[in-house]
């Protein structure tokens, strides 16, 4: 029991205060942590810090949180960006870069009207062009399980298994073993590596390099870092009263290479056949 915290209930069926069973220490321990010290952690570094370095602190401060809340759940700091093929996904990267640009951001904006006594502190407008851009970010990490799904229920050609084996030297039994109709899949979770962002998804084409994710990924990072710049600018400013617009050409530009990344896996990479 010394390794244990109970815990007190009062949900159906049980007596209020009426110990309904106990934590492992070490759980309860992550629990805290990610409940209450790093919130804590999050709000002191955006208060403290000054104008524009407080959005950069804020920013690390939610990556931690995303990193130490995989840790807790799935035993992997990254596993956020981890599919349930076991592989990471690009379009899970995508969408939480913009989740901790987004979202550190106008915490950051907020707190900072709040310690200058702005009124309505939580009235920082934020523009279209940003909620257009998050929507491409959740099209395409919604719209990649649907455009895969139908290739779960197909077979890959036993040559390209074959050529696929020498290529990632892994033995054939252990590709058919593993994955998913044609589509590639590692056996556990830490097999995930950051190179699986750029690689094809099926059987066929996972030793090759997708020429669309690579695109995808670059207009992502430099719109990301872009953005997350103007919004530093204008914390440093004191301009806290709305986020910044992005350009209409941005939006062109990951629009065009959202739509190339989601394209790119209708194909048939791997000369399958139905099961």
């Known amino acids: 029991m010394a390794d244990s915290v109970p815990v007190i209930g009062s949900g159906a069926g049980n007596r209020a205060g009426e110990i309904v069973g106990v934590v492992p220490r070490a759980e309860y321990g992550r629990m805290v942590v990610l409940t209450t010290v790093m919130p804590m952690a999050i709000i002191t570094t955006t208060w403290f810090l000054p104008p524009g370095w407080n959005l950069l602190g804020t920013a690390a401060m939610l990556t931690g949180f995303l990193l130490v809340l995989g840790k807790a759940i799935a035993g992997v700091p990254l596993a956020l960006l981890i599919s349930e093929r076991n592989l990471m996904s690009l379009s899970r990267f995508q969408a939480l870069v913009w989740t901790v640009v987004v979202m550190a951001g ?69 590709i058919d073993a593993h994955r998913q109709g044609v589509l590639y899949a590692n056996a556990n979770m830490t097999d995930a590596r950051m190179a699986d962002m750029f690689q094809g998804d099926e059987v066929g084409n996972t030793a090759h390099i997708d020429l669309a994710k690579v695109q995808m990924f670059y207009f992502t990072l430099i719109a990301a870092v872009g953005y997350f710049m103007d919004v530093a600018m204008s914390v440093a400013r004191g301009t806290t009263h709305a986020m910044p617009a992005l350009s209409q050409g941005m939006l062109a530009l990951l629009a065009i290479s959202h739509g190339g990344y989601l394209l790119g896996k209708t194909g048939d990479h791997s000369n399958s056949k139905q099961t």
């Open 106 to 174: 106008y915490l950051t904006m907020t707190l900072s009207r709040v310690k200058s006594g702005a009124p309505n502190a939580v009235g920082v407008d934020i523009p279209q062009e940003l909620w257009i851009a998050m929507g491409i970010s959740t099209t395409s990490l919604l719209g990649t399980p649907l455009v895969l799904g139908g290739k779960r229920a197909r077979s890959p050609d036993e040559k390209l298994v074959q050529n696929t084996s020498v290529q990632l030297a892994e033995a054939p039994a252990d």
